[in-house]
């Protein structure tokens, strides 16, 4: 006789890729770690004289959207930990970068991912780490 009990997933339950709004949001910040990393490292090999803060900013955001990526698709205590952290360091950096470029456009000739709030990618940075974080909060374990 078959064994009838229900499979028990591997994956915890408050990893993004259980519903469709978590997958949406997982794709995001796919796209934006791939965009972003591979943005940064074609300027860093082609021009990183011409303005290595920015571009170095630039690696850094895409190195923050993989982590978040990989934290919201893991779940888990490690994987709400990394995304959490990871949410909250991309919500600081596009605060204080898009003020700084807003205010001091010299110090930031060349756009970062996160400059003027990440006007050049239609304000998504600006909105996912608000996104991401409520996910997580949304998400969270039952105490």
Excluded: N
Aim: glycine share 12%.
């Amino acid at each position: 006789m078959p064994d009838t009990a229900p499979v028990k997933s591997a994956r915890p339950g408050d990893a993004a890729l259980g519903t469709g709004l978590g997958r949406v949001l997982l794709l995001v910040y796919g796209i934006f770690a791939l965009s972003a990393s591979a943005r940064a490292l074609v300027q860093i090999s082609t021009k990183f004289s011409e303005a290595p803060l920015a571009y170095l900013l630039s690696a850094l955001a895409g190195a923050i959207y993989i982590a978040a990526t990989a934290g919201l698709a893991v779940g888990g205590t490690r994987g709400r930990l990394i995304a959490l952290v990871s949410c909250t360091l991309e919500l600081i950096g596009v605060l204080v970068i898009g003020t700084l470029s807003v205010v001091d456009s010299v110090a930031f000739p060349h756009d970062t991912v996160w400059s003027h709030f990440g006007s050049g990618y239609g304000y998504v940075p600006l909105v996912l780490p608000f996104v991401g974080l409520w996910w997580i909060w949304r998400h969270r374990p039952a105490a």
